[in-house]
């Protein structure tokens, strides 16, 4: 069996607002994510997604309950826990290699007698040039960010977030901003990409055919308070591609998890 990476226990999270009723944004939440899995996460909006997403970051507190990686507690945020969001967050004034190295100025690798110490600039140019390949954005190294197209910087954002080689990789809706045919080529990239790196992802996203094509499970929350629901393991083979979409089992998966999703949009408060 895999081991378990991140455990959730009872986790419950409420937001305080002078004047104003407290909101719930989780209550009650237990997961278990093991190595080397793609965990999708859907349901209605203000369900607590990316709250949860940024506890498991540590960018965010709770209030009761437990989060753990590897039975650690996790108290902050980490190298072994990478983000990506919905928006790039890349350095303007860097090139795309730049960009993808900034992270390895601050990160340290064992040598031969197990001491931790920093990248050497061939070591950074090596791994930069990887991750360049990787993504597919061999001819752009020497590129700045206002030259390239919102797919291309959420390549940059995705290959620097592997760069830094996290166990965890938390992706907050980052195909959420592209168009239809670019969501569709970066979809197929990100699968490539994990069946040969194979690290652990925590991805939300709204799209439901986005989450039955990428994840091993998917994990469905609960309208707020945000709960866990159901849990659907999804048993498509890899590797997947945009027409997979068309196996009458991911058509079935994607009806029952779409149903499930829609029914509680129609529980939510307005």
């Known amino acids: 069996m895999a081991e378990v990476l991140i455990e959730i226990d009872g986790v419950r999270k409420e937001y305080k607002d002078p004047g104003k009723p407290n909101t719930i944004a989780l209550n009650g939440v237990n997961l278990k994510i093991e190595e080397n899995e793609f965990i999708c996460v859907v349901g209605p909006s203000g369900c607590g997604k990316t709250t ?17 990686m590897h039975g650690e507690e996790i108290i902050g945020p980490a190298p072994e826990r990478g983000v990506i969001f919905q928006q790039y967050a890349l350095f303007p004034w860097m090139t795309v290699r730049k960009n993808i190295e900034y992270g390895l100025k601050f990160q340290k690798k064992p040598d031969a007698n197990g001491n931790m110490v920093p990248y ?3 070591e950074k140019e090596q791994l930069a040039e990887h991750y360049i390949k990787m993504v597919n954005l061999t001819g752009f190294e020497d590129r700045y960010p206002k030259a390239l197209s919102g797919g291309m910087k959420q390549r940059v954002a995705i290959a620097r977030g592997y760069a830094l080689n996290p166990e965890l990789l938390l992706m907050d809706e980052p ?3 592209l168009d239809a045919q670019t969501r569709a080529q970066l979809q197929e990239d990100l699968l490539k990409t994990w069946e040969k790196e194979r690290k652990t992802v925590f991805f939300i996203t709204h799209d439901v055919d986005e989450a039955v094509l990428l994840a091993t499970r998917v994990v469905i929350m609960s309208a707020r308070p945000g709960q ?6 999804i048993d498509l083979p890899y590797p997947r591609t945009q027409a997979t979409k068309l ?10 998890i779409w149903d499930t999703v829609y029914k509680m949009y129609l529980e939510v408060p307005k």
């Not at 866990?228 to 393991?233: A, H, L, V």
């Not at 196996?247 to 029952?256: A, M, Q, T």
């Open 228 to 233: 866990i629901k159901e849990i659907i393991n």
């Open 120 to 122: 050497t600039k061939e």
């Open 247 to 256: 196996d009458p089992e991911f058509v079935r998966l994607k009806n029952y």
């Open 52 to 68: 949860l997403l940024n506890i498991i970051a540590g960018l965010e507190t709770f209030d009761t309950g437990s989060v753990k």
């Open 175 to 177: 195909f959420g901003a």
